[in-house]
């Protein structure tokens, strides 16, 4: 597989700031244990709405929780809905957009016409209410997610492999007796994986900004703190405590600009015609 990451990567800021956001966002979420200085369910009523301090940086909310715990432990589930999203719809779209723009034929003109039609449907909408009718949950998120997401994944990886199936090294494979299996597997998926990479990168902020929304709404999991639903409960008091929607608002913005930036960082560094600049 070719990447085409050559040694001036070193100065493409966007892919390190972005790879540097990720990589804090990640460990946020794996280490909120360690990191976290108080339970994220622990209470303090009478602290409640208390402002940012010495003793809790980002405040406490109305049940007097730590809002600094709540944010650390409110990337678990924002990550793992985007992960899960991006690896379930990556696997769909990578097989079915490979094996139809390999074929052509009758089965690439009835991939194009379902995805016309799936994309007819509004994504979010459709996540609502099949989030709504499965029940709140990160797996049914993850699902909900997925019905439409491998789309993107499947047009972009269809047109690379009706890109890649007319080079020269395919037809000379052909000649030679490869099996087309072993052409498949061997030559098309591997040299296709690189504008995937790109696209998951993307994935996974509209994924973040997804779950973010779906918990907004009530349609999270509830059983672990996360970004949404606290900026759902903090928005009855913006005026008294606006602390409780500031945070994780900007938790949420942080996560998307991290992955926003490592996908344009990758873009460009994945970008065939820099060896030629």
Excluded at 104 to 128: N, S
Aim: neutral net charge; proline residues 5%; glycine residues 12%.
């Amino acid at each position: 597989m070719q990447l085409w990451i050559q040694g001036s990567d070193m100065k493409n800021k966007t892919l390190w700031l972005g790879a540097i956001i990720v990589a804090l966002c990640l460990g946020m979420a794996v280490f909120a244990p360690v990191f976290s200085p108080y339970p994220p369910q622990g209470q303090e009523l009478p602290r409640a709405f208390s402002a940012p301090g010495r003793d809790h940086w980002l405040g406490q909310d109305r049940l007097g929780r730590d809002i600094l715990s709540r944010v650390l432990f409110g990337a678990r589930p924002s990550l793992l809905v985007g992960i899960g999203t991006v690896l379930l719809s990556l696997i769909i779209g990578l097989t079915v957009g490979t094996i139809a723009g390999y074929s052509k034929g009758l089965g690439d003109e009835l991939f194009m016409r379902i995805v016309d039609i799936l994309q007819a449907f509004p994504g979010i909408l459709l996540a609502i209410a099949l989030t709504a009718f499965m029940g709140p949950s990160i797996m049914n998120i993850i699902i909900a997610l997925s019905v439409l997401g491998w789309v993107g994944y499947a047009r972009v990886a269809r047109g690379q492999a009706l890109s890649i199936g007319s080079r020269e090294y395919i037809l000379a494979a052909r000649a030679m007796g490869t099996g087309e299996a072993r052409i498949l597997f061997r030559h098309v998926i591997p040299n296709l994986l690189a504008p995937l990479i790109v696209q998951a990168s993307f994935g996974m902020a509209s994924a973040i900004l997804a779950e973010s929304s779906l918990s907004f709404l009530g349609l999270g999991a509830q059983d672990v703190p996360s970004w949404g639903k606290m900026i759902a409960e903090g928005t009855e008091f913006l005026s008294q405590a606006p602390h409780l929607t500031i945070f994780p608002g900007m938790a949420i913005m942080i996560a998307v600009l991290g992955f926003t930036l490592l996908g344009e960082g990758l873009r460009e560094a994945m970008d065939p015609h820099r060896q030629f600049a």
